[in-house]
């Protein structure tokens, strides 16, 4: 059931994005519902993607002094835009995520302080220098997590990869 | 073919779900944006009810996980010397290390206790358990809620100062806004309650962990030492809590007010124990909005 297994990686997820800055405060840098929501985006399942996004975002809103509505704006959006680049462009190569996720730090950060500027509750950190600091995070960690969730989500993986395999073949066998 | 199909129509309905997901979003960030009461949503107080356990097993098991890695530490740098004098360094370390840490929060207890001399309002003790899971925000979670007594609003203090105020709660937890986030404020006064005339109101400085102090008059003695205590206008904090000292003035003139930045008393970055006070600001009647020249008792 891939439901139940993003149901549940999701909620360890928030619950560790939750409780991590506590640990240490450097971890709070590294986004990981959007990680998560990146890796779903880049399956090309649209519905799951959006509402991965959505209940991330809106979750982690909740626990935050941030606006309820912003992140999940923020997450919904890039979802969809990672989405649709992912079912035009090639990118199943593991050294695509590198970029992939490096944007959508980029983009949800930059959603997320947008709205917050607009409706007057501008976040109290430096922009430039926490989305930096963001970008590094997440890029790097969410690259060795990705290689874990495709663990977790083997079965697709391994029918995917058989079906890039096939179309190879096929492609070859056409020439 | 089927599922073709269904692949094609999910791909041409993604949109649609998109606009709705967003529209969603929006329409609520648009209403808790809009209602400044001070009231909390239901949703937080749900997420929160949910978080707090998993966060306070999180803080138990950094807790722990920190003195474990300060003990192989320990023994790697004793490995070089002979194995009796390792084991007895490390055993000895390790007994400091926990009497010191013993000492110093036995310190910020005794402070917290004494707090309640000083104050005289009822307190309770709270831990820290989380900090803000979005970076752009600088909240605290403590592990006490709506069951110990808390309430929205009450102050959050530690023996170095005021801390900031409770702004969500659930059963078994509450967020506080620190006073150095922009949307905090406070009423206060340099020096001594009554002894002085500078008055003004302090707010979150932002980006540089300060707090600022503004519409204190030009004409009133400021200098850089000062200490800062709360006026108790503001309907939250009860007065002459301590907010912190001054350590930047830009001297105004009699139609300028001062520039004041304040650090704050309460050691913000490192706060592992608060307490909550358990103040109630005096009611105040509402001012009379009707005009003089009106017969009140027609409206009767």
């Known amino acids: 059931m891939p439901q139940l297994k993003i149901a549940a990686v999701l909620a360890l997820a928030i619950l560790l994005q939750l409780s991590l800055r506590a640990v240490w405060y450097p971890l709070a840098y590294i986004d990981l519902p959007l990680i998560v929501v990146v890796y ?39 979802a969809y835009l990672i989405y649709f680049v992912a079912t035009r462009v090639n990118l199943e190569n593991p050294l695509m995520r590198i970029p992939v996720l490096a944007t959508a730090t980029l983009l949800d950060s930059a959603i997320y302080v947008f709205w917050h500027r607009a409706l007057g509750n501008s976040p109290n950190v430096p922009f430039v220098q926490t989305m930096s600091y963001r970008l590094i995070g997440t890029t790097i960690a969410g690259t060795l997590v990705m290689f874990l969730l495709d663990s977790v989500f083997t079965e697709r993986a391994r029918t995917r990869r058989s079906f890039a395999s096939r179309r190879k073949g096929a492609r070859r066998g056409a020439r | 073919m089927a599922a073709t199909r269904t692949q094609r129509e999910i791909r041409q309905r993604a949109p649609v779900w998109l606009v709705l997901l967003l529209l969603i979003n929006l329409g609520v960030m648009a209403f808790d944006a809009r209602d400044s009461s001070g009231k909390q949503r239901m949703f937080r107080v749900w997420v929160q009810a949910i978080a707090s356990p998993a966060q306070n097993v999180f803080a138990k098991v950094s807790g722990a996980g920190s003195g474990v890695i300060g003990q192989i530490v320990n023994f790697r740098q004793t490995a070089a010397e002979n194995e009796v004098l390792k084991q007895k360094l490390a055993t000895t370390e390790a007994a400091l290390s926990n009497a010191r840490l013993a000492a110093s929060e036995n310190e910020r207890l005794k402070g917290l206790l004494s707090l309640k001399e000083q104050t005289g309002y009822d307190q309770v003790p709270a831990r820290v358990i989380a900090r803000d899971p979005s970076i752009w925000f600088n909240t605290v979670t403590i592990d ?12 959050v203090v530690t023996s170095g100062g005021i801390v900031g105020r409770v702004i969500a709660l659930s059963p078994w937890s509450a967020q506080v806004m620190m006073v150095t986030d922009e949307k905090a404020a406070a009423g206060a006064i ?24 503004r519409y ?14 709360t006026t108790g206008q503001d309907s939250i904090y009860p007065p002459g809590l301590r907010v912190g000292e001054v350590v930047y003035v830009k001297h105004g003139t009699a139609t300028q007010s001062h520039e ?26 509402a001012p009379e909005q009707t005009l003089p020249n009106v017969d009140k008792s027609n409206k009767q």
């Open chain 1, 40 to 78: 779903i985006a880049l399956q090309r399942h649209a519905w799951h993607a959006l509402i991965v996004g959505t209940i991330a975002g809106l979750a982690i809103d909740a626990a935050s002094r941030a606006l309820i509505g912003a992140g999940g704006f923020s997450k919904t959006l890039t």
């Open chain 2, 144 to 155: 006490r809620g709506s069951s110990s007594g808390i309430e929205l609003n009450m102050p």
């Open chain 2, 190 to 213: 340099v020096g001594q309650l009554g002894g002085s005339g500078a008055l003004g109101s302090v707010r979150g400085s932002g980006e540089s962990g300060l707090i600022e102090m």
């Open chain 2, 216 to 229: 204190v008059s030009g004409l009133q003695k400021v200098d850089i030492g000062d200490y800062i205590l």
């Open chain 2, 260 to 285: 004041i930045l304040i650090r704050p008393g309460a050691k913000l970055d490192q706060l592992e124990e608060v307490a909550v006070l358990l103040y109630h600001p005096p009611q105040r009647t």
